[in-house]
C-alpha cells in the first residue's frame, strides 16, 4: 500500500506566515491543494498571495507575543474555514544577547512568541482536532533544542521548552488522533538568521560541520513538513525531526 502524502483539502493554519520558513510553508500549502490561514502581524507578501488562490488563503493579524490579545484567537481561526486540521507554530523571534544585556522584557516576548503563544493556539486547536479523530500540529524547534549556542539562553531555552511541549502534546492527544511533531531546522537564510548569513566565513563554517556539506534551502524543508502534516506519519508522534544536513549528527 502507498503512503497518502496528500493534504489536498485540508485546512492548516501557520503562524509567521508572512516571511521565512512561515511563508515557505504557506507556499508549499497552497500549491498542494490546501487552505491556509496565515498569522502575522502584518500581511507583507501574503496579500499578492491572497490574490493569486482566491478563496484558499485568508491572513489573520495578531501579535502572538502579546498573550492577553489572543486568548480567543483559536475559535476566531476555527470560524474562517469552519475548522482547522493542521497547525504549524512557525513564529519565532531570538534576542542574540547573552544574560548580562537581556532584559526581562525581552526575555518575557522570547518566552511569550516562542513558547506560550504555541501552547495556547494549540490548546484551542486541537479540541476541533480531537473530536473529528484526526489533526496535526507541528512545532518549530531548533538546534538549540538541544545544543548551547552563544548569545541563545533566551532562544535557547524556550527551543528546549518547545521539544518537550512537543513530547507532552503528543502524550496527552495522540491516542485521539492527533500526531504533534516538531522540525528542527538547521542553518536557513531567513530574517532570523540574516545576521549570521552576512558573515561569509560563518556561513561556511557551519556547513562544514553538517554531514551533507552545505547550509539549508527552505525548500528542504517542504518534504518533511508535508510528511508531518499527511497520514503518511499516522503512526509518527512526539518527535523532533532535524532537518539540519546532518549537523546533529556530527
Known amino acids: 500500500m502507498r503512503a497518502d502524502f496528500q493534504v489536498r483539502g485540508r485546512v492548516a493554519v501557520v503562524t509567521g506566515g508572512s516571511s521565512g520558513i512561515g511563508l515557505r510553508f504557506v507556499q508549499a500549502y497552497l500549491d498542494a ?29 495578531a501579535d502572538l507575543s502579546d498573550i492577553s490579545s489572543i486568548e480567543n484567537l483559536p475559535k ?16 519565532g523571534v531570538n534576542p542574540r544577547k547573552d544574560s548580562d544585556s537581556l532584559g526581562l522584557d525581552e526575555w518575557n516576548m ?17 479540541k476541533g482536532m480531537r473530536e473529528r479523530g484526526w489533526g496535526r500540529v507541528i512545532n518549530i524547534a531548533s538546534l538549540q533544542s ?47 538568521t540574516q545576521r549570521v548569513f552576512e558573515n561569509s566565513d560563518l556561513v561556511d563554517q557551519l556547513a562544514a560541520q553538517t554531514c551533507i556539506g552545505r547550509n539549508g534551502s527552505l525548500d528542504d524543508l517542504v518534504g518533511p513538513l508535508m510528511f508531518l ?20 549528527a556530527k
Open 33 to 61: 491543494g490546501a487552505k491556509v490561514i496565515a498569522v502575522s502581524r502584518t500581511p507583507g507578501p501574503l496579500a499578492e498571495l491572497a490574490t493569486q488562490y482566491s478563496g484558499f488563503l485568508v491572513h489573520v493579524a
Open 229 to 248: 502534516s499527511s497520514p503518511a506519519s499516522d503512526y509518527v508522534t512526539g518527535q523532533i525531526l532535524y532537518v539540519d544536513g546532518g549537523f546533529t
Open 146 to 192: 538541544e545544543r548551547a549556542f552563544p548569545n541563545g539562553i533566551a532562544y535557547g531555552a524556550t527551543k528546549g521548552g518547545v521539544a518537550q511541549l512537543t513530547r507532552a502534546m503528543a502524550e496527552e492527544w495522540s491516542r485521539d488522533g492527533v500526531g504533534v511533531n516538531a522540525i528542527g531546522p538547521g542553518f536557513f537564510p531567513t530574517a532570523l
Open 110 to 126: 522570547t518566552l511569550n512568541l516562542n513558547l506560550t503563544a504555541p501552547y495556547i493556539l494549540a490548546q484551542g486547536l486541537a
Open 76 to 91: 476566531q481561526l476555527n470560524e474562517v474555514f469552519d475548522q482547522v486540521d493542521i497547525l504549524v507554530n512557525a513564529a
